[in-house]
């Protein structure tokens, strides 16, 4: 089992810009979080998908959108990039009926 | 969302058991606890949960007040492995987003 993928690993982008992210959940997980994390800090929970809807939204803006495949893949897209959208980005999956999250290692992103 | 409380940073010997606490007195009844780890450069990853009874796996021991208001999670024997940031947790299920504070660094001396 390859665990929770995500690509790409590294990402430069410029202010303005719009960029996808891409995470495959665990075999056998059906739902799947993206999180912020900025330096220092914990990650930001941003939103859940589950049955290619968004289930749960954390305080980001508009600007943050996404997509389930019914593969249960993901994808985090982000328009209009600013400086402050500098991160690691986290996607998590999980099954509908599991406590705990598995992680994946994370996308950086570097908005110039 | 109810909130947790964890020291900054702790600090622990190689081999030597070690003690992290985390205060959630606005716990509800419904809420389990979770506690995750971040080591340098990599995702969160899962470390134990606990509803009201103390629960041990393989990575640790979760330890839970009778009022359910602090909890403890403990590392048997700590190793250089062990450093990294530890996030403690409040949900009732996997869908609930997870909330996480800045957690406590735990460093481990050799």
């Known amino acids: 089992d390859a665990g929770v993928t995500q690509s790409p690993t590294h990402l430069i982008k410029t202010r303005g810009q719009q960029v996808t992210l891409r995470c495959s959940p665990k075999?056998?997980?059906?739902?799947v979080s993206w999180y912020q994390q900025a330096l220092g800090q914990g990650p930001q929970f941003i939103f859940q998908y589950y049955e290619e809807e968004e289930r749960q939204r954390g305080n980001f803006p508009d600007r943050f959108s996404g997509h389930q495949f019914p593969n249960y893949s993901s994808e985090l897209n982000v328009n209009a990039l600013l400086l402050g959208d500098s991160a690691l980005y986290l996607c998590?999956?999980?099954?509908?009926?599991?406590?705990?999250?598995?992680f994946g290692p994370g996308t950086r992103l570097t908005v110039t | 969302d109810a909130k947790t409380t964890q020291p900054n940073s702790m600090e622990s010997n190689e081999e030597e058991p070690v003690h992290l606490p985390c205060n959630h007195s606005t716990i509800s009844g419904t809420d389990y606890i979770h506690w995750y780890r971040q080591l340098p450069s990599q995702g969160p990853e899962y470390v134990i949960h606990?509803?009201?009874s103390n629960v041990n796996n393989r990575m640790a021991s979760l330890a839970i007040a009778e009022d359910r208001k602090s909890s403890t999670l403990i590392l048997h024997r700590a190793t250089l492995r062990d450093a990294a940031v530890y996030y403690c947790?409040?949900?009732?299920?996997?869908?609930?987003?997870?909330?996480f504070g800045p957690g406590t660094s735990l460093s481990v001396i050799p």
């Open positions: 606990g509803l009201t």
């Open positions: 998590a999956s999980s099954s509908d009926r599991g406590l705990e999250q598995y």
């Open positions: 947790i409040l949900g009732k299920t996997s869908y609930d987003k997870v909330i």
């Open positions: 075999s056998g997980h059906d739902t």
